[in-house]
């Protein structure tokens, strides 16, 4: 049975829901978990998602000097879908995604939904965006506070 694009979207699109899916504007060409932030992802015209990585210490490295809190460390006893034992997710770098990016991701199979982050954990990654001096005053604001 084909579930239709839009049907699929709207039964996951929560705040906390994570996606697997290739990111054009990265230089990887391999799939990354983006975990969505929006309060009211369903009625705002963008989506703020953040990126989980393995790769630890490089994050680190590459953000020296910021907050200690735009780096958010995720353990897989804390969300179990990531395939590692440990992630991070630099709060400094949000992509905004419209709804049509996503339904477009779903109708051509390259977008996975894997399931819904602990709200404890979303806050957690919230805050560390709210405290990046990176990301721009209007994302924040817009749909942060």
Partial sequence: MNIPPEVQLKATLRSGSVYYFIETTFASREPHYFIVLNHHPATDDVLILVCSSSQKERVKRRRRGLPAATLVE???????DFPTAASIVDCNYVVQKTVSQLLAKIEQ???????????????KLRNGVLASPVVAEDIKKRYFR
């Fill in 74 to 80: 995720i353990s897989q006893a804390e969300y179990k």
């Fill in 109 to 123: 199979g390259e977008l996975k939904f894997k399931s819904v982050m602990d709200n404890a954990l979303v806050d």
